[in-house]
């Protein structure tokens, strides 16, 4: 009975994050967000229910590799192809740029330029869950918009596995030469892998047979693609979450696809909440009121800096304003590889605590505040021809100029018949004064003419009272 409490301690997680959960579906946001707002509620910064993350800090990073390894199995590498090179030039530009951009802020903040590259890697990085909700909510997940957007993504999940790789060799604050080997073996291997993926049918995963017949050991299969590739990844001196996304490409692109995704889901959906749920639980509200000016300056950094870069990308690549605005609306936050990239950086000892709680708070600022992306991308969606930027700011924001510009006339008018009220009662006012001092000056004039005036003052009296002059007193005797 011993372990009662910590029962009731999962379960009090448990319930409040799907309560969470359903509360953030019900806004039409993803879980994910749920999630942390869980973490945040239960953790050191709420009500301080769950103080030890510790405790749940190995799950979260089982959570983080099953992560990988689901995004790897969901990654449609044939439709790819056909926007392969809009993506990957908006991806490597988006990195390039991001990078430059934070080497120029980390100038202000003495920071050392490894933190530009950890920063620059975040910045580039979007939510893919935040992105499909939104698509699909939106009805654009089929669509040109839809396509490009996933594209992105797609380029962005294939470069979270070299950036592990280069995050964890950030050591010491230098940038260790051999990182450049293997970042430079890990892409062969991942540029290896889907050309050898994407031009053969798909293939069938050893022992086959056996995971289609026998269904009791199927989610024990499923899980253990994933953990033999993470194994051999670290073996390799690799990030274990990098085998992890290998080996849901290799899944991926099997004929046992549907069946391992369907076995090891609900394993990988309570992980992920227990990922999330220990980010939530990082999250320092006395760190963010200490440094309330530095977090709203990054989130308002990374909002107008990453839609206007992808904008400007995709315009200069030949897309429409129409499409090019609302895939850098969905675009616009950052994404839940932050926090991995943050916790390899820290385990590196790249980055301090401090420094991993800031990544946290602007990331999940950005989450948060995604419905402003979302209701942009809405009003956007329902435009059937932009004409150019004017027409792209109009629509964007043209019902709040009018309730502006219609409050401010409103305004102006009622302060000028306020104004006017009060002009003419004080012209009003003046010439009632000047009426009475022309009556009083007429009446004044009239009784001197009839000898009414009033008599003139007499002279004062002079005093007759005589000075006396003091008495001088003899001269003494010498």
């Not at 062969?188 to 050991?217: E, M, Q, S, W």
């Amino acid at each position: 009975m011993h372990s009662a409490p910590e029962l009731t301690s999962i379960a009090l997680i448990a319930v409040a994050a799907t309560l969470c959960g359903i509360f953030m579906m019900r806004m039409k946001q993803p879980a994910i967000i749920g999630y942390i707002l869980c973490g945040l509620i239960l953790g050191p910064s709420g009500l301080g229910l769950v103080e030890n993350r510790d405790s749940i800090s190995f799950l979260a990073e089982l959570g983080i590799i099953l992560l990988l390894y689901f995004v790897g199995m969901e990654l449609s590498l044939r439709s790819f192809l056909f926007v392969w090179r809009l993506a990957l030039f908006s991806t490597l530009v988006q990195i390039s740029v991001s990078i430059l951009a934070v080497l120029a802020l980390t100038r202000f903040f003495d920071w050392p330029i490894t933190y530009a590259v950890l920063f620059g890697f975040c910045l580039a990085l979007s939510s893919t869950a935040v992105c499909i909700k939104v698509l699909d909510n939106m009805g654009q997940l089929r669509t040109r918009v839809g396509r490009i957007t996933m594209a992105i993504l797609i380029a962005q999940d294939l470069a979270v596995a070299p950036m592990l790789v280069i995050v964890s060799n950030l050591a010491g604050g230098e940038i260790n030469p051999m990182m450049f080997v293997e970042v430079g073996i890990s892409i062969a291997v991942l540029v290896g892998l889907i050309l050898f993926l994407t031009r053969r049918k798909k293939l069938n995963l050893p022992y086959h047979k056996h995971l289609t017949a026998k269904t009791d050991i199927t989610p024990l299969a499923a899980l253990t693609w994933c953990f033999a590739f993470a194994t051999l990844a670290g073996l390799f001196g690799m990030s274990p979450a990098f085998g992890a996304f290998l080996a849901g490409l290799v899944v991926g692109n099997s004929q046992q696809r549907n069946i391992i995704h369907e076995k090891a889901e609900p394993v990988q959906a309570i992980l992920l909440m227990v990922f999330f749920l220990s980010i939530g639980l990082l999250i320092d509200i006395d760190y963010f009121i200490n440094n309330f000016g530095l977090v709203i300056l990054l989130w308002a950094f990374v909002m107008i800096f990453k839609t206007a870069l992808n904008m400007g990308l995709l315009r200069l690549q030949g897309e429409s304003w129409k499409n090019a605005a609302m895939v850098s609306l969905v675009l616009g936050q950052m994404g839940e590889f932050s926090f991995i990239l943050g916790a390899a950086a820290e385990e590196a000892s790249v980055i301090e605590a401090d420094i991993y709680k800031l990544i946290v708070i602007v990331t999940v600022m950005s989450l948060i505040t995604s419905p402003i992306y979302i209701d942009a991308a809405k009003r956007l969606g329902q435009v059937a021809e932009i004409n150019g930027a004017k027409g792209l700011m109009r629509k964007l924001y043209w019902h709040d100029w009018q309730v502006t510009k219609a409050t401010s006339r409103m305004m102006w008018q009622s302060a000028f018949h306020i104004a006017t009220i009060l002009q003419i009662a004080l012209d009003k006012l003046r010439n009632q004064i000047k009426g009475h001092q022309k009556k009083f000056k007429a009446m004044g004039q009239s009784r001197v003419k009839t000898g009414t005036a009033p008599p003139p003052k007499s002279p004062t009296k002079k005093s007759t009272r005589k000075k006396t002059t003091p008495k001088k007193s003899p001269p003494k005797d010498a």
